[in-house]
């Protein structure tokens, strides 16, 4: 259950038991864009599933999307907490043919609430990449589809101490 708020630009899910999805109404296709997000909310907490993903979407897969939550098609930034190492993690990751690939950037990235994430595209050059505040880790993929939409995929907290919370910036 996604929540919206300041102007539909900052949201969070509410939920206790699902895991909510965004998708942008843009269709990315050519030029380049930047999407800057904030991360406002970050449940450090054992309970619940504790999982940011951020990216876009095949414009091809959005329907598929929209009904079936299915992630073939996406491209996406995935931040998750760590309970043993008390720290988030985060990689690049890509779902293509039922198989999930995760080339990861460093390690351990230590994000932080008021971080802000921003998705690099070309789609000229048909490349999507990841910059944490001013640390740019450079292209993730290449060869990316003709045609793409920003989502978000924002998990649940079972104890409601504090829930997934991003804005758009």
Do not use: C
């Amino acid at each position: 259950m996604i929540k919206l708020k300041n102007q539909n630009q900052t949201a969070w899910n509410a939920s206790r038991k699902s895991r909510g999805i965004i998708l942008g109404q843009t269709q990315y296709s050519t030029g380049k864009h930047k999407i800057k997000i904030k991360i406002d909310q970050f449940p450090n907490t054992q309970y619940g599933d504790k999982r940011i993903y951020l990216g876009v979407i095949n414009t091809k897969d959005r329907e598929i999307f929209i009904k079936y939550a299915d992630y073939e098609g996406t491209y996406y930034f995935e931040t998750y907490w760590d309970w043993n190492r008390n720290l988030l993690q985060s990689s690049k990751k890509k779902k293509e043919n039922g198989k999930e690939y995760s080339e990861k950037y460093p390690k351990y990235i230590k994000l932080k609430e008021n971080d802000i994430l921003e998705i690099l595209l070309d789609m000229d050059q048909k490349t999507i990449a990841f910059k944490v505040n001013k640390n740019n880790f450079g292209i993730a993929w290449e060869n990316l589809p003709e045609s793409v939409h920003f989502f978000a995929f924002l998990s649940f907290n079972r104890q409601r101490i504090k829930n997934n919370q991003i804005t758009l910036i």
